[in-house]
Nanobody
Framework: QVQLVESGGGSVQAGGSLRLSCAYS????????MGWFRQAPGKEREGVAT????????AYVASVKGRFTISHDNQDNTVYLQMNSLKPEDTGMYYC???????????????????WGQGTQVTVSS
């Protein structure tokens, strides 16, 4: 049974920072392909950041590039999303997801991921 648990969300003012964590467990291969997604009220869930090729590569959606950093601690089986210079438009529920197949390119579509966490809320006020 694969399980992902996100934490670290909260409420911050614009310009602030948060660090999201996603602890995963179960029958997952080492250094898996993982992604962070977010969903604002009334909007589709969108990919924000992904880490792939065994953790050697990362990719970001244009709106967060330069502000967010995805990283992976293989020893702790945890993926992080460091979010700096937060903006009100970053508000939403943030989910991590794991793909149960190796990936050697960035994966942005939710259908490409097999397991999801329950989400953690991020609220940025102006």
């Amino acid at each position: 049974q694969v399980q992902l648990v996100e934490s670290g969300g909260g409420s911050v003012q614009a310009g602030g920072s948060l660090r999201l964590s996603c602890a995963y467990s179960g029958d997952i291969y080492s250094r898996p392909c993982m992604g962070w997604f977010r969903q604002a009220p009334g909007k589709e869930r969108e990919g924000v950041a992904t880490i792939y090729s065994g953790g050697d590569n990362t990719a970001y959606v244009a709106s967060v590039k330069g502000r967010f950093t995805i990283s992976h601690d293989n020893q702790d089986n945890t993926v992080y999303l460091q979010m700096n210079s937060l903006k009100p438009e970053d508000t939403g529920m943030y989910y991590c997801a794991v793909r149960m197949r190796l990936c050697f390119s960035a994966r942005w579509h939710r259908d490409e991921y097999n397991y999801w966490g329950q989400g953690t809320q991020v609220t940025v006020s102006s």
